[in-house]
């Protein structure tokens, strides 16, 4: 499970770096993390690498047997709220907002 888990976010989390990076670009979307929008602004690059290192440092710095319930817990709501923010991507692209 928790290489499903750690999988789902590290898919996720790059997905969400590309579909955001196309909406900073067209200037429909802002970045509302104030440190996600400063990496963005020095390098589109380094915020998409940093995006993807995170999950993969969960992947590679959490022995299958440490992981505890809180853990497993904090995992399912990370996917949770990704797919929340992916289905907001969904409905910008569905609605025209931009353009893949």
Not at 81 to 96: F, P, Q
């Amino acid at each position: 499970m928790r290489i499903f888990l750690i999988t789902f976010i590290l898919i996720a989390s790059a997905s969400d770096a590309v579909l955001t990076d196309l909406g900073l670009r067209s200037g429909i979307i802002q970045e509302a993390n104030p440190f996600m929008d400063w990496l963005y602004h020095q390098s589109p690059l380094a915020f998409l690498l940093f995006k993807v290192m995170l999950p993969l440092l969960l992947l590679f710095l959490i022995p299958p047997k440490k992981v505890t319930k809180l853990l497993r817990s904090l995992m399912y709501i990370t996917c949770s709220l990704y797919a929340v923010v992916l289905g907001m991507h969904g409905v910008w692209i569905a609605t025209g907002y931009y353009h893949i």
